[in-house]
């Protein structure tokens, strides 16, 4: 039996290009505008830096945040031998099987989707959305299995491509 929640290391596999962004980018970024320019305008290049900053952090930190948001409190128990899958959320318990599944759609960015080097910070997010014969519809996010479709064996998955994975 495999048990998935919400950890530490799939945060920060998520958030490593924060990290990039946020320490690195800048001391690069300056010491490049300070070379290519004759006459450097230190003003200038922070403030184009700041921009940069800001267009990359603010979505992949809103969107770890949706994401966070719809994983907390929630674990998934797999049991492989038996196929039962084991969904435990505040509201309650949902278990069920692979023959209860009636599709599965995997919400991914679109170099993930076509197994390509992710180029945007936001493009490792996904999240698989499974709607059960019962009519009910479960989201897992990567949060808790990093690509659901390559993780667990059920045959009925589709993978659906988007720029901005949010969860709705």
């Not at 948001?69 to 492989?80: A, P, T």
């Amino acid at each position: 039996m495999r048990v998935y929640k919400v950890s530490i290391k799939s945060q920060f596999k998520h958030l490593w290009s924060l990290i990039f962004i946020i320490v690195i980018f800048p001391f690069i970024g300056y010491q490049f505008g300070l070379y290519k320019m004759d006459s450097p305008d230190e003003k200038s290049i922070v403030e184009v830096l700041l921009f940069v900053i800001s267009v990359l952090t603010i979505p992949l930190i809103t969107l770890h945040i949706n994401h966070l948001l719809n994983s907390v409190n929630i674990c998934v128990e797999v049991n492989f031998v038996e196929g039962v899958i084991r969904y435990t959320n505040p509201e309650g318990i949902t278990e069920f099987r692979k023959e209860d599944v009636d599709f599965v759609i995997n919400v991914k960015s679109i170099p993930l989707a076509e197994n390509r080097l992710p180029i945007l910070p936001w493009d490792v997010y996904n999240y698989a959305l499974i709607k059960l014969k019962s009519g009910r519809e479960i989201k897992i996010s990567s949060l808790l299995i990093d690509q659901f479709d390559k993780q667990i064996g059920i045959g009925k998955i589709s993978v659906k491509k988007s720029f901005y994975p949010w969860i709705e």
